[in-house]
């Protein structure tokens, strides 16, 4: 589990974003596979290397969406409301 979820007080709809979007990413990854890919990307994403795997995304809108999906900072986190 993620240090950021670790250290999380709040497990309220903003951890589930956080978590759909390392799901998101995960997903659409070209670099990560297996069945240990969950686990890399979020030693990838606590290793601050998170620019460099969004830059890889082609499509704009997917982007967006899992880089505010990923925010640290779960009062600048995507919304589910």
Known sequence: MSQLLKDSTDDSAKV?????????????????SGTHAFKVLTKII??????????SIIDDK????????????PDCRASID
């Open 62 to 73: 997917l982007r967006d969406i899992i880089a505010k999906s990923l925010e640290e900072d």
């Open 46 to 55: 606590n290793k601050g290397e998170k620019q460099e795997i969004l830059s």
């Open 16 to 32: 589930d974003v956080y978590c759909f979007g390392l799901s998101l990413l995960e997903m659409i990854s070209s670099d990560v």
